[in-house]
């Protein structure tokens, strides 16, 4: 097989100034998954130097919503990118050290852009999947490779300003920045090849998310846990391992300030008084979806303790070994009103699926840490 070289890619499509405004909406995207992802790892951190607000109750969801989107429209953005530079792979080197050096490193953190952006968006879309064919922890990898992309970016954006700033400012077929030989037309014009990126995004941020919109689910073909009603169940009491503890009539809620404990039962529990709440679970898998919850306020829970308003609180799950085995509350998600330990779900006992005898609920807080079959709460 022949190596092509740079002259033999002859398309007027793979132009800078298409180059550049596709690079430009990825570039947007980036920044809105960058933003919202570091939103989401913050919010996930056990013991948040400053808490998060816990209204508006919706501000994860949408947050979190907004970083799928950015995410999935960015997946056609990269391979249209990819496509109109790759004759840039088979450029020469400069023969002189002087010039090699810079074109070395330029390159080097072009590569480094390309295979963490490839790396973030697989695991991204492998993540919302459920699927996860590695050994290493997703979320602090994807994480840490944010900042490798973002630097990456960073210093592809300083060395292109000159010809990105040109190119978009000029016509999309001015041809002033091009490869010289990239002159034969194409099947479509520059405009088509942008309306057909942008259109593609679109489609496949849309397939990804609309399963959170009402009466659009059922076409979100892509959109994980589409359903026709409900909430979707993300882990199984079965498969938590926690069917027998659950249903055990020893089942206690135990509840712990200092030297003092009380223990509850379900009952104990439906006997106090009861609230409900409108509230999403928004999954850091890619999916949300609201429902009506009834139960018991957290801080009702908290004042047959005696604790002080102000307090952090754990909550445990039975279920342990898991991500959700145990959560931290911060004072202000603790004391809120709209914070309850869920005995229903829309107007029915809550399933063994979705937490019975009970399960948290809060306002604002990603859907891992909303604990399922819980058992113990304590005031730190
Ligand atoms: N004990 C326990 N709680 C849990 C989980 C879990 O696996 N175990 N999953 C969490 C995750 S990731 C989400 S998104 C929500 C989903 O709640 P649902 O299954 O009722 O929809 O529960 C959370 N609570
Ligand atoms: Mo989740």
Request: hydrophobic share 45%; charged share 15%.
């Amino acid at each position: 097989m022949r190596i092509p070289s740079e002259g033999s890619f002859t398309s007027r499509l793979r132009s800078a100034a298409v180059a550049a405004r596709v690079g430009l909406w990825l570039g947007i995207c980036f920044l809105v998954a960058l933003v919202t992802g570091l939103i989401s790892h913050y919010a996930q951190l056990d013991h948040q130097p400053a808490p998060l607000p816990a209204s508006p109750s919706r501000l994860y969801q949408l947050t979190q919503g907004l970083h799928v989107v950015a995410g999935t429209a960015a997946i056609p953005l990269l391979l249209v990118k990819l496509w109109v530079v790759f004759p840039k792979l088979f450029q020469p080197m400069p023969r002189q050290v002087r010039e090699a050096l810079p074109t070395a490193l330029e390159r080097g953190s072009i590569a480094v852009l390309v295979s963490t952006s490839l790396v973030q968006l697989t695991t991204g879309v492998l993540n919302v999947a459920q699927w996860y064919p590695w050994g290493f922890s997703f979320r602090s990898t994807h994480y840490a490779l944010a900042f490798v992309a973002v630097g990456a970016l960073l210093i592809h954006i300083a060395v292109k300003l000159p010809v990105v700033r040109d190119a978009l400012t000029g016509d999309v077929d001015d041809t002033a920045h091009d490869r010289p030989n990239a002159r034969r037309p194409g099947p479509v014009s520059r405009r088509g090849v942008m309306v057909l990126a942008g259109a593609s995004a679109l489609a496949t941020a849309f397939l990804y998310t609309a399963g959170t919109v009402p009466n659009v689910g059922r076409i979100a073909a892509l959109s994980p846990r589409s359903r026709k009603h409900g909430i979707p169940i993300n882990r199984t009491a079965h498969s938590a391992g926690v069917v027998a503890a659950a249903s055990s009539s020893a089942y206690r809620l135990e509840v712990v300030h200092g030297g003092t404990t009380r223990s509850l039962t379900r009952d104990d529990l439906a006997a106090m008084e009861q609230r409900t709440c409108t509230l999403p679970i928004a999954c850091v898998e890619g999916w949300s979806a609201t429902g009506d919850w009834g139960g018991v306020r957290l801080r009702d829970l908290l004042d047959l303790v005696d604790a002080p308003r102000g307090r952090e609180v754990r909550v445990r799950s039975i279920q342990t070994f898991s991500a959700s085995a145990d959560t931290v509350l911060p004072p202000n998600f603790a004391d809120d009103d709209r914070t309850l330990l869920a005995l229903m779900l829309d107007g029915e006992t809550l399933s063994m699926d979705h937490g019975c005898p009970v399960r948290l609920i809060a306002p604002d807080r990603p859907g891992v840490m909303q604990t399922k079959w819980v058992s113990r709460i304590e005031v730190l």
